[in-house]
């Protein structure tokens, strides 16, 4: 069990600095949030796709597909609830609640898909030295860095704590919703604790390796922006640019549409 | 005079939840250029003492502490743990834990980037340490994908890039497979070298330390013992008193009554035939005829069988390639192999936590596919490596009792298992106490007795003795030797060579997902050659009758088959 996204291979998009795939990530989301109407999602949808399979990061969608095919079935109905429009269809759905529903839907994978899409090209130490070239102090950092390393460690704890308690005879599946809940403590304590004590030794590893020893320190990565940054920078900034013009301009958004 | 590397000073200290002291009243120079062992039984403060020395107590870890450590001259109260990275590296057993980057040359940066140095230089001192570790063509890798040696390794590169004098390996090589073991003594042995780098190293293999200038013992928080470390491990008596595992060779001279106890097989036979010992070939051919008549006897009704077990596991990786095995019942078999080489993948699918990709495993002549785990759990029970993996009652009883009550076994019946069960594994009258305020053999114990109270005929063990000292090790396998004559079949894993040869019947060698051996414990031990290729290594005493043309797995097997003895 391996929950670790980055892929260690060479495409354009890994090679692409760090801060360039950052800032990627954040346009993609200041992109998709403007917008009601599907339709104009579409063309982000699609650069956003662009991306992943130029960055052959298809696969860590295919190995996250039941939770995106859960989002999506939930979404979609989901979404009608908060929503009404003017051309009713059926139960409590409209046409413009649907188109409502199918955007946020959109909304929803297209961030996960574009949080991939940078956990699949940026290693740990870039992303950390990204952000921190884009001005955010390195505990900060740091901290989020360490976050995202905590989860594959995780996983592969209730990973071998549930076959251990497995093979005692827990079995996860039957039962109400309250037995089941009840039957995750004897995996959720041994998670509990044991990441509480590889949290300390980590602690200590990392405190033993002069973690914070003085208030400045170097990186041997290298991070440099070159033209192609440049270029897809500029591309960003007009996609930005467009996007919060038409916004501006009163489109995108689904006439008849009510929202609670 | 050398100056001290560190010199500690009437050291007291406890932590801070507990009532009773770790390290009392501790005193000792370690001088530069040393290679110091410390020793003694688990809950000793032998790793306590460690975090003293880079400052993580009193900094990291708080609580009352009495004395002074000194590294180099500095006082580690006034100098936070960082700062003491450039004189102090430490090297912990966890090997996952202290590894945080995403690749090989990144971990090695990590430490230097702290201290600002800058890139050229780090770049060189990657070179340099990996060079000296050999990883250098591991560079690019992750560090995740690492076998647990090459781990310790980078883990060594990683702090020796700060460039410290002083090196601490905290049971580095505990989790280690015996060629591994080796191979991270040989890095320290090559820092000897260094004039000005001294060595401290904790340790419970005595095998593994005979290089060391010298060995503290450590018994309640005190120096139990100081000395030459040739001359503290020619006392075996003393060394077993105090919990550390005493070396087969000079007990067996000393037993000969040879006034030189030579420590290494090598010398072991140079001594030998200088006092022109002969060993009775026919005592010898009584022995081996008489063990294998014995265990002929127990191959009659086979439980456990394995044809052509194939396992790739999702992201592609195929585990085992075609492995065959077969248990029956009423033995006691080790699994034996490399980290990583498949035997805890092979191991999971004798109680159905993994379904064969390709083969088929039968239980009682029924195919584990058909069964599944919970089925299979009642006739086959697996006892996990971490026995935090699976303990999380507040009570030893709630814990037993979980796997019967899982079951719906009545409660009158259950109860009585759980008597029996914690009985067998020496923790009666603990039915109240809380497993986690246990040490780690009474957990493991714990883990044991909480598996033994579902009643498998057979009991699976992945590295029963890992992590505990050597009476530690003795009482769990002494247990499990008396659950097997109770009936129980026993499977076990370990990397704990002198463990198979006390304990097993028969040994299955795995390596890169195959049975590269099978057969009798002797049997197995006598292929030297081919176990070094699978990263095992018989005990030293062993070795050492394998030299003299005999295989014998202890010093009094070979005592009683001496000649006009």
Known sequence: ??????????????????????????????????????????????????????????????????????????????????????????????????????????????MIISGLNLLSTTRNEELVLGMIKLGLPYRVGFAISTSLRMVPTISTSIHTISQAQ????????????????????????????????????????????????????????????????????????????????????????IAGLTKF | MAESAVSIKGLRFRYRDKKELVIDDFSLDIQEGEFLVIMGANETGKSTLVSFFNGLIPHYTKGPMEGDVFVRGKNTKEHKVPELAEDVGIVFQDFEAQLFSTNVELEVAFGPENFAIDREEIKRRIQENLEFVGLEEFRRRSPATLSGGQKQKLAIASVLAMEPNILAMDEATTDLDPISKQ?????????????DMTLVVVEHDTEEVLDADRIVLMKDGKVAELGPAQEILRRGDLLAELGVMPLGIPRFFEQMGSSTLPLTPEDGKKIFEKENWKISDSLYRNLVEKEQDEL????????????????????????????????????????????????????????????????????????????GVFEIGKKVGYVFQNPDHQIFSERVYDEVIYGPRLRNVPDDEAEK?????????????????????????????????????IRPDVLILDEPTTGLDYDGQRGMMDMVVELNKQGSTIIFITHHMWVVAAYADRVYVVKDGKILLEGLTREIFAEEKILKDSFLRPPHFVQFSNLLGKTFLSDSEMISCMEGK
């Open chain 1, 1 to 110: 069990m391996n929950i670790d996204f980055y892929l260690d291979i060479d495409t354009v998009i890994h090679r692409f600095d760090g801060r360039t795939k950052i800032i990627l990530f954040l346009a993609s989301f200041l992109a998709l949030v403007l917008f009601e109407d599907p339709l104009y999602i579409l063309p982000i949808a699609l650069l956003i796709l662009l991306q992943n399979f130029l960055a052959r990061a298809w696969m860590n969608i295919w190995r996250i597909r039941f939770l995106l095919f859960l989002l999506t079935f939930t979404s979609i109905i989901m979404w009608n609830l908060f929503a009404s429009g003017e051309t009713h269809l059926f139960w409590f759905v409209d046409l413009e609640s649907l188109l409502y529903s199918i955007a946020r839907t959109m909304l929803i994978l297209l």
């Open chain 1, 166 to 253: 497995r093979s005692r005879g827990l079995d996860l599946e039957g039962g109400g919703i309250l037995e089941r809940l009840r039957k995750f403590i004897p995996i959720l304590i041994p998670v509990f604790i044991s990441t509480i004590r590889d949290t300390n030794v980590f602690g200590m590893a990392l405190e033993s390796k002069g973690f914070g020893a003085r208030d400045d320190r170097t990186y041997y990565l290298e991070m440099n922006m070159d033209r192609s940054d440049h270029l897809v920078l500029a591309f960003c900034l007009l996609i930005i640019g467009i996007s919060l013009y038409l916004e501006f301009a009163g489109y995108g958004d």
């Open chain 2, 183 to 195: 191979g991270i003594y040989e890095i320290t042995n090559k820092l000897r070298q260094r004039e």
């Open chain 2, 296 to 371: 002929s006897q127990k191959k009659h009704e086979p439980i456990i069988q394995v044809r052509g077990l194939k396992h790739t596991y999702p992201n592609g990786v195929e585990a085992l390639s075609g492995t065959d095995l077969d248990i029956y019942k009423g033995e006691i078999v080790a699994i034996v192999g490399q980290n990583g080489s498949g035997k805890t993948t092979l191991a999971k699918h004798l109680n159905a936590l993994l379904i064969p990709t390709e083969g088929e495993v039968e239980i009682y002549g029924k195919t584990t596919a058909e069964q």
């Open chain 2, 417 to 453: 298992r759980v008597k029996e069960s914690l009985k067998a594994v020496g923790l009666e009258g603990f039915e109240d106490a809380d497993p986690f305020s246990l040490t780690k053999s009474g957990r493991q114990r714990v883990a044991v007795a909480s598996v033994l109270s």
